[in-house]
């Protein structure tokens, strides 16, 4: 059907946003052309409290009419429809339906629509996700593809806000990514394969209508069979409606208008194979559906299996048709909590509980081993279950290892794989619902051989076992659980040949698979109306009754007592011999026999019937159609014979005895044919029984043999078994040493003082830690999914900001040391400081970033504060230089003119009296002490300022003028002077000479009496290790340690850190005089060449200074 046939027929566009979504619905709209034939109905996501103007704002963006909606509203093609403020819209036949919004409630209202319209409108349904955060839309996009729609998001980097597109994306149910202007060309082009292909529209539900349609069911059964090819699945039985809307599907996602186009494009296109194998899946499943099965399930069920358990015999559930593992999870989930929940009561579970979880798809299987899981799948998880069995990790939650332990998932296929046995109970949820009944009946034929004899069968709320009541009885109607039925169970292994696959199928033409039917009835029924309808039988390969036809009363007799669906068992006994004979015959041939004239008794009269025995060779499992034919009386010819002895034959009775003699001729050479038959199989069975003994006797030999390379295997296989407990040991020690470091990590995060996010590569948070919460006052809930720049009232929606993290993941740069000034919710400016990198994780395709957010407003006042105080500071001390230099300029004019005029007062020899001229002399002494006192002030205020530059020089120099300096005083004393070659050094050769001159000076003047006074200049490389011991040094350099040491008087070695403080003496005596400068002056000096100074000395013993200097001097 076409659309253009039934205005009816027209795909809907359902279309979501929520910020920024206005700017993408303009674009989108604007691309729209008038007559595009579909209708669009566009909802956003905002608060109920918000006032929405959007008909009024996209009425001037499009010369499409624009609508709000109102309660029933009509959908016609070529109208756009805007969900009114504060409302719930769901979608009827070809109508919106108006519902209130609650106030208190977290509700989706993109998802509600968009699962609505998937199931009111099937594949005409079209699903657009527009800029917007969370992740509404996600799951009603999801929906919308399982019923055979279509699904669009937005391009995330051209959204303005990327959470919501992003979403539908991760989760993997998304058909196109576009921006938001180029959607509704590629929709015009869906359209376009709707409405001139061969895609349905609508789908019967009888399948008899549907194999009606020749033109179309050769493509179609081609394109399974490639399927069956190529992913070793048989989906001919699966329900039509559902193949084709899959089909059709993928056809309007590739622009493929005939069904052959497709199937030519499936074989040079192993990609296009795989995606449609992956739709034709099927992957709708989510946590704890239908809450009143597990209600049931932990109320009654489970407890009573784990009634009385031994400890050694495990509870096993199978979970057929698992998906993504929603529903094996919350089966584990409910019965750890019918054991008592995770704890201490529940320490080894794996001994108690093993989970089977299986799935044709390998990616969903996949997903579901990894058990990670966002949080909108987890919707139905109380928040109890959710702290109990989850851990929080990147932004999403993983199913905890003591549960996944617990389950095994495998890619397995239950209607054609062998079962897991011995099975408690067995899950297979919407999964019937898409089988025709052969498989329906197949599947339950395994789950009984699978399951306990007291086991439970699981299966969907619109499900049931059908007409298997033999198998199984209602445990409880309304949560379809059932129970399996005793008897013997029986595993159906599919009866047909085994299919190659092909890595790339490149011919044209493929070979059909011989099934071409849905069922065996259907096959029968073809034969059955070319013969006329003859009573008939179909058996199985077991040679079980599956359907009877006609009257079979004359053939067949049902006796007293249990039921009985053996042929042999229900043939009456003159049939039965033949029937097993013609049986065998058509089993080994895989053709039709015939056996003719066969004689038999029936209500007190004799007849006789010819046995058809056709092969049903188009389907899955072998079935034999048996026809009981022309039905006629068997008068005996003796008694005729009895009857007309005193007569004379008639020609009537002569011609009846002649045919009644040719039919027993026939009969006894058809019986002389069967046992010549047996005869001859039966010597070709003992000449190969007679071979095979003679092979036996050789096999034995070799078992023999091999039996002894088995026990040696054995032994090899020991040894393997105990280097692999090893192995596990250590795997399991690992295990325990990563947790516990991920425990530690844990620990680590959570006391870090500094506040930190982890953001996605859209800027949604998927982590922060304890200290932002506390830091900025916000819970979990707040920003959990969300994006950075929407968080607290959009406070860091800075430009600055943005640009700078949009650099981390592209250009892989590093945010350092940022600082930037926000306001806050309370509009105050704060300054932060930001640092950034890029997170790279080598199991995923994404990085993340780690953003660390620190207020240092507080630290920016102090440090402002500061700057200010050494400003002023600064200011100060240049005052008091300057004061210093004119005070010592104004002091020593005086000064000398005190020494001067004492001088001339002496020199003149007017004074003779004695004590007047010893008050001169210590006039002149202390004007002299007075002079080296301000010059000393003036030399160390020079070298706290210094400006000099640093310069390479030779201390061998400088320690040579320095002596020629004293050469008096060594000369006056007899000093015994030593001194080494020194090396160059970088430095102020002023200081340096300061420095030596106040160090060699004070040796030469703290000598003892009667003591000939040494000294010794030496140098040496300081030790690189010792560097430690000294704040002022730095590893990464190389000093050189200059010592100056004496003989003389020394000091008590508690004074060493006061001798080099300004104006310090420790002695006061007029033959050591001093102003008590020098050696800070000293240790002024050593700090600006960054170096350090330590001494050696005892009372009396001498003294060492130790002066580290470093040999070139950092840049400046």
Not at 348 to 365: N, V
Not at 860 to 876: A, F, G, W
């Amino acid at each position: 059907m076409t659309i253009a046939a039934s205005s009816k027929n027209f795909p809907i566009v359902g279309i979501g946003a929520s910020a920024g979504g206005i700017d993408s619905f303009k674009k989108f709209l604007g691309a729209v052309p008038e007559k595009s034939g579909m209708a669009f109905i566009l909802v956003q996501h905002l608060s109920p409290t918000h006032e929405s103007i959007l008909p009024e704002i996209l009425s001037h963006a499009t010369k499409i009419p624009v609508h709000e909606i109102t309660d029933d509203c009509k959908i016609e093609p070529n109208h756009i429809y805007v969900i009114p403020e504060n409302k719930m819209l769901k979608v009827t036949d070809h109508s919106l339906k108006l519902l209130p919004r609650e106030q208190d409630t977290h509700q989706m209202p993109i998802d509600v629509f968009f699962t609505s319209l998937a199931q009111v409108h099937k594949a005409l349904a079209i699903g657009v996700v527009l800029s917007g955060t969370a992740r509404d839309g996600t799951v009603g996009l999801r929906n919308i593809q399982e019923q055979g729609g279509i699904a669009f998001a937005e391009d995330p980097d051209r959204a303005a806000w990327p959470g919501m597109p992003q979403s539908a994306i991760d989760a993997g149910v998304v058909d196109f990514v576009l921006p938001a202007e180029e959607i509704p060309a590629k929709l015009q082009e869906v359209l376009f394969s709707y409405a001139n292909g061969n895609g349905a529209t609508e789908y019967e539900e009888d399948v008899d209508n549907l194999d009606k349609t020749p033109s179309h069911q050769s493509a179609i059964k081609k394109i399974l069979s490639l399927i069956l090819r190529n992913n070793g699945v048989d989906f001919n039985y699966y329900k039509k409606p559902t193949i084709l809307r899959r089909i059709d599907r993928r056809m309007a996602i590739n622009q493929m208008a005939k069904y052959e186009d497709y199937l030519d494009f499936l074989r040079e296109n192993r990609v296009e194979q795989e995606a449609l194998f992956q739709d034709l899946l099927i992957k709708v499943t989510s946590f704890f559906r239908d809450a009143e099965v597990f209600d049931e399930l932990c109320d009654t069920v489970f407890p009573k299996l784990l009634e009385n358990r031994a400890s050694d015999d495990p509870i096993r559930i199978w979970v057929a048709g698992c998906a993504t593992g929603e529903e094996v999870y919350s089966l584990a989930i409910c019965l750890f909590e019918a054991m008592g929940g995770i704890g201490e009561g529940v320490e080894h579970p794996r001994a108690k509980i093993q989970l089977f979880a299986t799935d044709l798809s390998e990616i969903a299987i996949k997903k579901a081993r990894a058990g990670v899981f966002r949080t909108s799948e987890l919707e139905a998880v109380s928040e109890s279950q959710l702290n109990s069995y989850f851990t929080k990790t990147d932004g999403s939650y993983r199913v905890k290892k003591v549960v996944r332990d617990t389950i095994v998932f495998a890619v397995h296929n239950f209607l054609k794989d062998p079962p897991f046995s011995k099975v408690d109970l067995i899950s297979c949820r919407n999964v019937f619902i898409y089988l025709d009944p052969f498989l329906q009946k197949k599947a339950l034929t395994t789950f009984h051989y699978a399951l306990n004899e007291n086991g439970h069968l699981l299966l969907g709320i619109s499900e049931t076992p059908g007409k298997e009541t033999d198998l199984f009885a209602p445990f409880s109607k309304k949560t379809k659980l059932f129970s399996r039925k005793q008897g013997t169970g029986r595993f159906l292994q599919t009866a047909q040949n085994p299919v190659k696959r092909e890595k790339v199928p490149n011919e044209k033409k493929t070979a059909l698979p011989a099934n071409t039917r849905t069922d065996f009835k259907k096959s029968a029924e073809s034969v059955l109306i070319s013969k006329y309808s003859p009573a008939s039988v179909i058996v199985d390969e077991h040679l079980a009754v599956v359907n009877i036809d006609g009257d079979v009363a004359p053939f067949l007799i049902h006796t007293s007592g249990k039921p009985s669906h053996d042929l042999l068992k229900l043939a009456r006994k003159e049939l039965a011999f033949e029937l097993r004979n013609a049986l065998y015959k058509a089993k080994a041939s895989k053709e039709t026999v015939i056996k003719e004239s066969i004689p038999f008794s029936y209500n007190g009269q004799q007849y006789a019937t010819t046995l058809e025995i056709v092969p049903l060779t188009d389907i899955v499992e072998p079935h034999y159609l048996i026809l009981f034919q022309n039905k006629s009386p068997n008068t005996s010819v003796f008694e005729t014979l009895g009857k007309k002895l005193k007569s004379t034959f008639s020609s009537s009775e002569k011609n009846q005895l002649q045919q009644r003699n040719t039919a027993l001729e026939r009969e006894l050479e058809q019986v002389r044919e069967d046992v010549r038959d047996i005869t001859e199989e039966q010597e070709a069975h003992n000449e190969e029984l007679q071979s095979a003994n003679e092979e036996l006797l050789s096999s034995n030999e070799e078992m023999q043999s091999l039996n002894e390379e088995l026990e040696t295997s054995k032994e090899e296989v020991q040894s393997t078994n105990e280097e692999l407990i090893v192995v596990n040991r250590e795997l399991i020690e690992k295990q325990d040493e990563l947790n516990d470091t991920l425990d530690f990590l844990d620990a680590v995060i959570a006391t870090v003082r500094e506040p930190f996010l982890v953001l996605e590569n859209d800027f949604r948070v998927n982590k922060a830690n304890t200290s932002f919460f506390q830091h900025f006052g916000v819970g979990e809930s707040e920003i959990d999914g969300k994006s950075f720049f929407e968080i607290q009232n959009q406070q860091w929606n800075d430009g600055r900001l943005r640009d700078l993290l949009e650099k981390v993941l592209p250009q892989h740069k590093w945010i350092a040391e940022e600082e930037i000034m926000l306001k806050n919710d309370s509009e105050e400016n704060r300054i932060f400081l930001f640092n950034a990198r890029e997170i790279i994780r080598k199991k995923e395709d994404r990085a993340l970033i780690l953003l660390s957010i620190e207020d240092i407003t507080s630290k920016k006042k102090i440090e402002n504060d500061l700057k200010t105080s050494v400003s002023e500071l600064r200011k100060t001390n240049e005052q008091l230089d300057r004061y210093v230099h004119l005070a010592s300029h104004d002091l020593q004019e005086p000064l000398r003119k005190i020494m001067i005029f004492s001088d001339r007062l002496m020199g003149r020899g007017h004074i003779t009296d004695e004590v007047d001229k010893t008050i001169i002399d210590k006039i002149e002494n202390a004007a002299q002490r007075m002079s080296g006192l301000v010059k000393g002030l003036l030399d160390y205020s020079r070298v706290a300022h210094h400006g000099d530059l640093f310069e390479p020089i030779d201390l061998n120099m400088i320690v040579d003028d320095i002596l020629s300096d004293f050469e008096l005083l060594i000369e006056e004393k007899g000093t015994k002077v030593t001194v080494e070659k020194m090396s160059e050094i970088e430095a102020i050769p002023l200081q340096i000479g300061q420095l030596l001159h106040n160090l060699i000076g004070n040796a030469l003047k703290f000598s003892k009496k009667d003591v000939v006074p040494e000294v010794r200049i030496t140098s040496r490389p300081f030790a690189q290790g010792k560097t430690g011991d000294f704040p002022s040094l730095s590893s990464s350099r190389s000093y050189i340690e200059l010592i100056v040491s004496d003989n003389g008087i020394g000091f008590n070695p508690k004074y060493q850190e006061q001798i080099f403080m300004i104006f310090q003496r420790l002695r006061q005596s007029r033959e050591h005089k001093g102003s008590g400068i020098g050696l800070s002056l000293v240790k002024k000096i050593i700090e600006n060449h960054k170096g350090a100074v330590y001494t050696v000395s005892e009372e009396g013993q001498g003294a060492e200074f130790h002066v580290i200097l470093p040999l070139v001097q950092p840049e400046r």
